[in-house]
């Protein structure tokens, strides 16, 4: 579980940005742009695409590891 937990690390920062850019903006839609929405995106995409893919190995090998009542808790 610790590669996923650096995953996270890696895309919470990009996460965060694009969290704020969508707060700032939501009351004044016309300063919106979606170049800079998207340049906050491409910045984190590749880690969090990595991220998402390897953690499907991690969450189905949770049924080796837990029992089914732990899974069902989860």
């Known amino acids: 579980m610790s590669d996923p937990k650096h995953q ?3 895309v919470h ?5 694009l969290q704020e850019y969508a707060v700032r903006y ?3 839609v016309e300063e919106y ?3 800079d929405m998207k340049e906050i995106i491409d910045d984190f995409a590749p880690s969090f695409i990595k991220h998402l893919t390897e953690e499907i190995d991690v969450v189905l090998g949770l049924e080796k590891s837990c029992d089914g009542e732990g899974l069902r808790k989860l």
Do not use: P
């Open 8 to 10: 996270h690390e890696e």
């Open 13 to 17: 920062d990009g996460l965060v940005k």
């Open 26 to 28: 939501k009351q004044s």
């Open 33 to 35: 742009t979606w170049s």
